[in-house]
């Protein structure tokens, strides 16, 4: 069975690429295709065990590899270069255009998908705002060739055989936008490697790239009127904006090595985790440390937290973690009264057996077996 795997772009190490450094773990013989490959040696051996990839047109454009979202218009026209002839399966590994390469009658192509286009579909009015595009002449065209995007996107909805979505969040919005269903398989978490520990210091903390949809704005803003200590671990383009927001009792790490993160974590009281993620790693690495999480009550949170509503007021020794209701400052404070009312319950023990369901291991046995039962039944059918 020839083998290839193509992946939207390689310029970080984030949690799609840990899923593709799975992919290889499983199968060592892939053909590598890709956008653009803008990785590190480092990251190359550890995600594609030093193997090459063969990339688009946009790779030789002008700042081709870094402002490569800048070439949004053509992604589909290059997408569709990439000559897939030739191999019996093929594995799109998709959060953008990837799920569109063009395959043949005779192949077998399954698609992993991370979430359709956001910021074409769902995200759409939400990233026109921050980008300041919602008015002007950039405005203008920057909607139309997302409107464009989504015209190709719902246009390629057949050309994967198989849906694999990341969580159910993510199958109910494959199905809403292209209509197919999903089997659903959770992505991998490095569980082993973040500990459990039974010492407990009076910090909260959330670790996170500083970018809007994360909403670390409103979680330091929560804190800083109150008078608990908060660590916030991570940078990115909001950093300073953030800052400005923080009281004495909120301290801004940035960027910190893995050993001292997990560290980090394993001490905490509970990580807070107030986006909308269409999975999301972060609470489960913590939840392997045996720390309570504080989450927004929607997205993947619902689904690898065990967790209640203050407005339930039924929480358990089975409990994970704390959800509260709505975006903004004050019920992030109503969860965290919630919490440390009820803090004594919570069993570290069990929050970390809860993370170990969602293992590296429990990964790629389960997608292995997925795919070679959906190709076995798919040459059945030939």
């Known amino acids: 069975m020839k083998k290839a795997l193509i992946h939207d772009w390689y310029t970080v190490y984030g949690g799609a690429e840990r899923c593709v450094e799975s992919f290889n773990n499983i199968w060592d013989d892939f053909d590598h295709f890709s956008l ?70 005779n192949q077998l192509h399954i698609s992993y998908v991370y979430s359709p286009v956001r910021y074409a579909w769902d995200l759409y009015s939400q990233y026109i705002k921050e980008a300041k595009l919602d008015k002007g002449i950039k405005g203008f065209f920057a909607r139309y060739f997302l409107f464009k995007l989504r015209l190709w996107d719902y246009s390629t909805a057949n050309r994967p055989d198989y849906y694999i979505a990341i969580s159910n969040y993510v199958a109910k919005r494959i199905k809403k936008i292209y209509n197919k269903e999903s089997i659903v398989i959770y992505p991998p978490v490095d569980t082993d490697s973040f500990t459990l520990t039974t010492n407990t210091s009076d910090y909260y903390i959330t670790c996170s790239r500083m970018v809007p949809y994360k909403k670390i704005d409103l979680i330091v ?111 992030l404070i109503e969860a965290l009264s919630y919490f440390e009312k009820n803090e004594s319950l919570f069993n570290k023990e069990i929050i970390r057996k809860n993370a170990e369901q969602f293992s590296i291991k429990r990964f790629e046995n389960e997608f292995k077996e997925t795919v070679e039962r959906l190709y076995n039944n798919w040459k059945e059918k030939e």
């Open 221 to 331: 803003e929560a804190f800083s009127k109150t008078n608990k200590k908060l660590i916030v671990v991570g940078d990115g383009p909001d950093y300073k904006k953030i800052k400005k927001l923080a009281a004495s009792n909120v301290d801004l790490k940035g960027y910190v090595e893995k050993e001292e993160m997990q560290k980090l974590i394993k001490q905490a009281r509970a990580f807070i985790f107030a986006a909308e993620e269409d999975f999301g790693i972060a609470p489960i690495e913590a939840q392997a440390c045996g720390v309570p999480v504080i989450a927004y009550g929607k997205g993947g949170a619902l689904e690898t937290i065990n967790g209640t509503f203050p407005s339930e007021n039924m929480i358990s020794e089975t409990e994970t973690g704390i959800f509260f209701d709505n975006q903004n400052v004050h019920s």
């Open 36 to 105: 653009i490959d803008n990785l590190s040696q480092k990251h190359r051996d550890i995600i594609l065990k030093g193997k090459p990839t063969k990339n688009t047109f946009i790779q030789k454009l002008p700042f081709g590899k870094t402002k490569y979202r800048s070439y949004l218009p053509l992604f589909p026209l290059a997408i569709e270069e990439l000559d897939l002839t030739g191999y019996d399966l093929v594995i799109s590994s998709s959060s953008s255009v990837a799920k569109g390469v063009l395959t043949r009658p």
